[in-house]
């Protein structure tokens, strides 16, 4: 019985395109089902699905940058993922071009020959406030004022299991995983940290008075209280934005659902020299 793979490919980059074209053929040569997203299925003429059916695929290749992977991520992180990096540098995506076809046919042998797929779990953030949830962050969940700099800031207050680490004006403050340590968080001046390391990071944001980063462990609830300001946001991977109704108190944990990351994984230590 032939298995589903789903294939996301970078929006308006023809080369992703040619190669998620390629990856069907692999997967159809091998007596499989491939679907892709509807933005690549209209771009190269095959067949689509929304992103959250390709929940149920038995993986789904993610291919472009580490902004499409979060994308593929939050609407198709049930299923076991594989980033094909077609950038300079991929801290999600670990796989080349090169490899893509020979990776696809290992993890379609591995599918047929055990019925499902290994991979790294990787924990997620979830943020919730006063009736709402934001979806599963796999780099960062921020808390922030109105705008950046001056007189656009908020009053944080950040307490790590019921006890108060720091309180005071802030442009936000800014919790990751391990994996989004490398993102959002290190340009805030936040420490790097080897993503198999099972932590979160708490980095305030151009605070008036800062205390440095803090690491805790991925069991930790983090609460966010927020004051001070006309306006504040929660923003969950840069993408999925909640207003928040001051004063107001944002709560972020690991998320109930990691996601599975297939294929190779990335070296660290490498792609931190792509950064330099």
């Known amino acids: 019985m032939g298995v589903d793979v789903g294939i996301v490919a970078q929006r308006g980059n023809d080369r992703a395109q040619r190669l998620a ?25 095959a ?4 992103l959250e059916a390709m929940n149920d695929c038995a993986f789904v290749v993610s291919i472009g940058g580490d902004g499409t992977f979060l994308f593929t991520a939050r609407e198709a992180g049930g299923a076991p993922l594989v980033g094909v990096n077609l950038g300079e540098v991929g801290f999600l995506n670990a796989i080349s071009p090169a490899d893509a076809v020979e990776t696809v046919e290992t993890l379609l042998e591995e599918a047929h020959e055990t019925g499902s797929i290994t991979g790294r779990s990787v924990a997620r953030l979830t943020a ?26 908020v009053d944080v207050e950040v307490a790590i299991d019921g006890e108060t680490y720091t309180a005071g004006r802030a442009d936000g403050v800014l919790v990751s995983t391990a994996t989004g340590s490398t993102a959002y968080n290190l340009s805030e001046g936040g420490p790097l940290v080897r993503p198999t390391v099972d932590a979160f990071v708490v980095t305030q944001m151009c605070a ?7 690491v805790v462990g991925a ?26 109704d001051l004063p107001e108190t944002v709560t972020v944990r690991a998320a109930d659902a990691p996601i599975t990351l297939a294929g190779p994984s990335v070296n660290f230590f490498d792609a931190l020299e792509k950064l330099e």
């Open 21 to 45: 074209a390629s990856l069907i053929r692999t997967v159809h040569d091998h007596g499989d089902h491939a679907v892709v997203d509807e933005a690549t299925g209209r771009a190269i003429d």
């Open 47 to 50: 067949d689509s699905v929304p």
């Open 128 to 153: 919730t406030g006063d009736g709402w949830t934001l979806a599963p962050a796999l780099n960062e969940v921020v808390v922030h004022g109105p705008k950046r700099g001056p007189a656009g800031g």
């Open 208 to 214: 008036t008075e800062a205390m440095p980063p803090l």
């Open 219 to 244: 069991e930790s609830e983090i609460t966010l209280t927020a004051s001070g300001a006309e306006t504040a946001w929660a923003i969950s991977d840069g993408r999925n934005r909640q207003p928040l």
